[in-house]
């Protein structure tokens, strides 16, 4: 699976519920044993890779990310900014 592939899969699964958490769909990932698509940080937290994020970024140019609960969703009128909530 291609970096752009994991971004489209993470963006089916963001479609079907309107969210995705993120160690969700690295848990997903990192199944595939690759490291270009998801990976262990140094605190030990599973992270999707840096490409399949760009990649994803790209397919939802209208969500958001809430930094506190790890997940992305809709993003709302109330919303500042910005990627990051």
Avoid: I
Wanted: net charge positive; charged share 25%; proline share 5%.
């Amino acid at each position: 699976m291609t970096p752009v592939q994991a971004a489209k899969w993470m963006l089916a699964q963001f479609d079907a519920k309107r969210f995705l958490y993120q160690e969700e769909a690295a848990t997903h990932l990192l199944h595939l044993h690759d490291r270009q698509l998801a990976y262990y940080d140094g605190s030990g937290n599973v992270c999707v890779g840096k490409k399949v994020l760009a990649a994803f970024n790209k397919l939802t140019p209208d969500a958001v990310y809430e930094r506190t609960d790890k997940f992305w969703r809709d993003r709302l009128p109330s919303d500042q900014p910005g990627r990051q909530q």
